[in-house]
T-cell receptor
């Protein structure tokens, strides 16, 4: 695949603080990116997406930033809540645009 | 968002048996579905792309004879793990494409004894 799974890095934040989760994608031809949230034992849940013709996109409490020059994505979560604790993955659509490949993932823990 | 279901949610089987996992798109038709595998504390790894009415496309290193994929209709894809062994124990997740994006099923936990 385009990206290889590795052991998850972790991020701990205090409740109410903002969280920033980073992701480096691997294929410069990817033009569509998605952030997913995965809770333990469940499938990934769509959070927000962005196309390569944009640098920034905002949703409810979340913002995705895309830097194509360095192939970097970030997910910003405002006023982080305990319910935000999960593993967050970015996914890219790869060279063909038909499949989605996942980044390493980051485990977010919100401290009450 | 669109709903994708998987069945069963958890299966335990003996080594050497075959296990079938179903993936359904409940409120939309999906010409393309994907199968992923996930080990604990790791990312999702794409196994294959399932195309309705044609053969699946497997990622490099995935044994097509080991992981049989059938996409017989626009709402159903199945993954059969043949002659399962303990090393096949994993979390298997399917997803389905819509015109806009990709939605995931809840996953199936396979435990091979």
């Amino acid at each position: 695949g385009e990206s290889v799974g590795l052991h998850l890095p972790t991020l701990s934040v205090q409740e109410g603080d903002n969280s920033i989760i980073n992701c480096a994608y691997s294929n410069s031809a990817s033009d569509y990116f998605i952030w997913y949230k995965q809770e333990s034992g469940k499938g990934p849940q769509f959070i927000i997406d962005i196309r390569s013709n944009m640098d920034k996109r905002q949703g409810q409490r979340v913002t995705v930033l895309l830097n194509k020059t360095v192939k970097h994505l970030s997910l910003q979560i405002a006023a982080t809540q305990p319910g935000d604790s999960a593993v967050y993955f970015c996914a890219e659509n790869g060279a063909t645009g038909n499949q989605f490949y996942f980044g390493t993932g980051t485990s977010l823990t919100v401290i009450p | 968002g669109a709903v994708v279901s998987q069945h069963p949610s958890w299966v335990i089987c003996k080594s050497g048996t075959s296990v079938k996992i179903e993936c359904r798109s409940l409120d939309f038709q999906a010409t393309t579905m994907f199968w992923y595998r996930q080990f604990p504390k790791q990312s999702l790894m794409l196994m294959a792309t399932s195309n309705e009415g044609s053969k699946a496309t497997y990622e490099q290193g995935v044994e097509k004879d080991k992981f049989l994929i059938n996409h017989a209709s626009l709402t159903l894809s199945t993954l059969t793990v043949t002659s399962a062994h303990p090393e096949d124990s994993s979390f298997y997740i399917c997803s389905a494409r819509t015109a806009d994006t990709q939605y995931f099923g809840p996953g199936t936990r396979l435990t091979v004894l």
